[in-house]
């Protein structure tokens, strides 16, 4: 690792970041299993630039460990029932952690079905969504996701929040070129977005959100302190996000943003959301060069004049990090290092 002395900034390794998050994790009630899969993600999100879910999200995690409310030492149950159907109980564990114990299993039920759905519940989502999608599209194969969470933003037309900024994930594979993938929030903005301009005290745009009492704001402070978001593209938008709450709370047996309750567990931040994950191997659909069809879509977008296809700008973090290390904030690193320290 490089640290400038008279400089905030200093770089550092994704090993070494990894490795630090995997030392938080432990000494925060994971298991070693767990905590390596939960830096690997926070790491990555930061070395991706996604900062609304990288070492940003720390004490979030260490304080829902601490009060109990999510199981890092718990094992998930994964059970294929049929063909091409994978149900995982995570045992109020990270959905991660589940994800990762049911991989072989998914890309063995790929092969043999040319899909796997995968319904994981019980479960907490703390996290981006691309890095639970786009090594399927690395692999030459489609995956979608869905994932609701903590009620936050309120339908079109309504004064009282019910869904989750219940982020979808898209990734698909591209010949020639890193995979394309889409990952988003239907919320207008991320609750973690929403944070960071909080602790920045800068206000969020128009149409971000409500107050308390169901107003528009653009105070993040007020959306945060009992107000809620907006979904992204009115009632079109609203609908998408219904959509979700269904996939990942139901279609999974999982819970609805709504019930989430953490009385009786002060601090805990990671939201109990269910997961729906849908892996396609797209030959099956009958085209024999996918990846070069897919190309060819994406060239028509850049003719059209898209400046830049979704996932480029982590793709461009990504190399920069690797070439020059990835940025971090010295009073960050030692907060870090100290909290990696406390065994
Ligand atoms: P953004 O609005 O920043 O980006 C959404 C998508 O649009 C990304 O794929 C992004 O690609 C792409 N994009 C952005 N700008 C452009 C552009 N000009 N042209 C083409 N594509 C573009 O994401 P959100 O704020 O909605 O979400 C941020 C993160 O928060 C996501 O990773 C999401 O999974 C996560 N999240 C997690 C939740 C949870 O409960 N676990 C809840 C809600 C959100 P690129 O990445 O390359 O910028």
Same mark, same amino acid.
């Given at each position: 690792m490089t640290e400038k002395n008279n400089s905030q900034d200093a770089r550092i390794t994704f090993q070494e970041l990894k490795s630090l998050l995997k030392a938080i994790f432990v000494n925060n009630r994971t298991s070693s299993e767990t905590a390596d899969i939960l830096a690997e993600n926070c790491a990555a999100c930061e070395r991706d630039g996604v900062l609304s879910h990288g070492i940003f999200r720390v004490p979030g995690y260490v304080d829902s460990l601490r009060s109990g409310w999510?199981? =890092?030492l718990t094992v998930p149950d994964v059970a294929r029932l049929g063909p091409s159907f994978i149900r995982i109980d995570a045992r109020n564990g990270f959905a991660q952690r589940a994800l990762a114990s049911a991989d072989p299993l998914i890309r063995r039920t790929v092969r043999e079905a040319g899909i796997a759905i995968v319904a994981t519940r019980n479960s907490h989502h703390f996290s981006a969504l691309w890095p639970d999608v786009e090594p399927f599209a690395l692999a030459g194969y489609m995956a979608i996701t869905a994932v609701n969470g903590l009620a936050n933003v309120v339908p079109h =037309? &309504?004064?009282?929040?019910?869904? &989750?900024?219940n982020p979808i994930a898209f990734a698909v594979p591209v010949y020639n070129a890193q995979p394309l993938v889409i990952d988003q929030a239907t919320?207008?903005?991320?609750n973690g977005e929403v944070r960071l301009h909080a602790l920045a005290n800068n206000p969020v745009p128009d149409g971000t959100g409500v107050d308390r009492d169901g107003n528009p704001t653009t105070d993040p402070h007020a959306i945060l302190a009992g107000g809620a978001l907006n979904t992204f593209g009115g009632y079109k938008g609203s609908s998408i996000a219904l959509f979700v709450e269904i996939l990942a709370g139901a279609v999974t047996g999982g819970q609805f943003s709504f019930e989430n309750d953490f009385t009786g567990f002060p601090g805990a931040q990671t939201p109990k959301a269910g997961q729906l994950l849908i892996v396609i191997?797209?030959?099956? &659909?009958?085209?024999?060069n996918f990846e070069s069809r897919l190309a060819l879509l994406c060239a028509q977008l850049a003719d059209a004049g898209q400046d830049r296809l979704p996932g480029a700008r982590r793709f461009t973090n990504r190399a920069a990090a690797e070439q020059f290390g990835i940025p971090i904030a010295m009073d960050e690193l030692q907060r870090l290092r100290t909290l990696a320290s406390k065994g």
């Open positions: 999510v199981n =890092g =037309g &309504g004064r009282q929040a019910v869904y &989750g900024t919320s207008v903005m991320a191997d797209p030959n099956w &659909g009958g085209s024999t």
